[in-house]
């Protein structure tokens, strides 16, 4: 008799349904960001009885929920009234004016020429698309920084603040980022017209990590085909990528696969610890295009510690390193990887230095070691 290759994966598996754990799904339900959820629909609110909306600047570490809220609120708008017309834009794909104009414009259902258009023909495309559909717009622009670094970056915010002024179309902005300081980037003009509200997305705790799991988990996979540890060890390699619930939900997802594919009945903590191997954190995956042989070295060093006081990390530092470095730029460069997720800094009070930061690891280490090698 014939057997279908397909057979035994039509048995009952591990998952009911994966598609919970994808990217894109968007939670009926997002524990722990109600507050930001309340102030991001405050903030837009105006618009549905034709005003003028807060516009927002969201940042927050990676894996806190920026994009997965603003598109929750997007969509909940969207449902409560049909003339809101959220666009979601993320700048790691669209980076320049013309580009993210061309995705506007795409969005409203005009497809523009791929060449040949000028950015200020496109801009007029935009709002003439606007004025016929009769919709109120908000305009999402995730992983801003990726966008506001380029020069263009500016002119495109005055070209969406300008459709207020000038064409009395009520444009809602939201700018998404990982990096507090952003908006200190752009025009000074155009900063204080934009004059965004600042939402903070605090890290989660290990505790709320694993709330956030559970719930996904639940609907993700058949209950008793998971073991009990599995939650609480995905949630607590979340907690040391600094409260990134991405890494925990794609490993998840990652660790169910090996665990059909290798027809096992549960899926164990064996299947995840596999599935870490193949997970990058994101934070680390961003920034270390953008950080300089110092910046490394610093992470290597760290790389050989738990924690550190600053100032023997300083001078370890300065006993690899030929090239001089001021005590106050090492520490910029310290507070740099602070902000970047990379590195934690406690103050702390030691016998006898009196006041001092103790530096530490907020990535696995087995990471920053895979993506430093070859440099
Ligand atoms: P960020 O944009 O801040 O990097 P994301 O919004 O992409 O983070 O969130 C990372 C992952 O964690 C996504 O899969 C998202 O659905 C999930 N997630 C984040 N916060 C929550 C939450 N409060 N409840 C359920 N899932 C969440
Ligand atoms: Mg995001």
Request: hydrophobic share 40%.
């Amino acid at each position: 008799m014939h057997h279908s290759i397909f057979e035994s994966a039509e048995a009952r598996g591990i998952f009911k349904d994966e598609r919970f754990l994808y990217p894109e799904y968007i939670p009926e339900k997002l524990p722990f960001r109600e507050s930001q959820i309340a102030e991001i629909a405050g903030s837009l609110k105006p618009l549905l009885r034709n005003g003028k909306p807060q516009n927002l600047f969201i940042f927050g570490p990676s894996g806190t929920g920026k994009t997965v809220t603003a598109r929750y609120v997007l969509r909940e708008l969207e449902e409560y009234a049909s003339k809101v017309k959220g666009i979601y834009i993320n700048c790691f794909e669209f980076h320049t004016r013309n580009a993210v104009l061309n995705k506007l414009c795409l969005a409203l259902g005009n497809a523009v020429p791929r060449r040949g258009l000028a950015s200020d023909e496109i801009y007029n495309e935009f709002v003439h698309a606007l004025k016929v559909k009769n919709v109120a717009p908000i305009v999402v622009l995730d992983e801003a920084d990726q966008l506001i670094r380029d020069k263009t970056a500016s002119q495109l915010l005055y070209d969406l603040l300008r459709i207020t002024e000038l064409h009395s179309i009520h444009l809602g902005i939201i700018l998404i980022s990982n990096i507090r300081d952003t908006l200190a980037m752009l025009d000074d003009r155009v900063r204080s017209s934009l004059s965004a509200l600042t939402i903070e997305f605090n890290q989660y705790t290990p505790e709320q990590l694993k709330q956030i799991l559970h719930e996904r988990a639940r609907n993700a996979f058949f209950e008793d085909a998971i073991e009990k540890d599995v939650i609480n060890l995905a949630a607590a390699q979340a907690a040391k990528c600094s409260g990134d619930a991405r890494i925990a939900i794609e490993s998840l997802l990652a660790a169910g696969r090996i665990a059909e594919k290798e027809g096992a009945k549960k899926l164990s903590v064996v299947h995840l610890k596999k599935a870490f191997e193949r997970i990058k954190p994101r934070a680390l995956e961003k920034a270390l295009p953008h950080l300089d042989s110092c910046e490394k070295e610093i992470l290597k060093i760290m790389c050989e510690h738990e924690k550190i006081f600053s100032g023997e990390l300083y001078k370890a530092y300065c006993s690899r390193c030929k090239q001089a470095i001021s005590e106050r730029s090492f520490r910029d460069k310290i507070n740099r990887l602070a902000e970047l997720n990379i590195l934690s800094v406690r103050e702390a009070t030691a016998e006898i230095r009196g006041r001092t930061r103790e530096i530490m690891l907020a990535q696995p280490k087995e990471a920053i070691i895979e993506l430093l090698k070859g440099d």
